[in-house]
């Protein structure tokens, strides 16, 4: 590496925009936490997706869920993600997305990521590993998976 590749801080990476996949879990708090302040070291902003997972995408195409509970649920969790970032000074925006679709085979919680990740032009990616204690994966756990194998951008697993 040379002194032109440092960026004005000297630092080897320039961060501009960190995404962080989240879905309400302790383990998507605590990689709110690891995205700000990596954003705040940078003077980047965050942008948070809630991924929803199959079990209520599934359950809402069902009408088993309503989808005013749902939404009201994963905002209030958002507006939490906002506010960890206002704490630091830290900008943050956020959005919802479904991590599962039964009409497209291809839809996947690590590619909904990646898909995000370039809508938003991230330059870095924190993704929170969920505990290992069911059998079943979680949705952010096969997204940090699938994540960690195809991101064009630097990747912190928390």
Do not use: C
């Not at 509970?69 to 900008?91: K, R």
């Not at 291809?106 to 505990?131: C, K, M, N, Q, Y």
């Amino acid at each position: 590496m040379n002194a032109n590749e440092l960026d004005a801080a000297g630092d080897p990476l320039s961060v501009e925009r960190v995404l962080v996949p989240v879905d309400g879990s302790d383990e998507s708090t605590r990689a709110v936490e690891y995205a700000v302040a990596i954003a705040d070291r940078y003077d980047a902003a965050v942008s948070a997706v809630y991924v929803v997972g199959e079990d209520v995408v599934r359950g809402l195409e069902s009408g088993d869920l309503d989808e005013d509970d749902v939404a009201e649920n994963n905002q209030a969790y958002l507006e939490t993600v906002s506010e960890i970032g206002a704490e630091e000074g830290v900008p943050v925006d956020t959005t919802i997305a479904f991590g599962f679709s039964t009409r497209r085979k291809t839809r996947h919680p690590g590619s909904v990521v990646l898909d995000v990740a370039e809508e938003v032009e991230a330059d870095f990616l924190v993704i929170p590993r969920e505990s290992h204690t069911d059998d079943e994966p979680d949705v952010l756990e096969k997204a940090a998976e699938y994540t960690l194998l195809y991101a064009s951008q630097p990747v912190l697993s928390v």
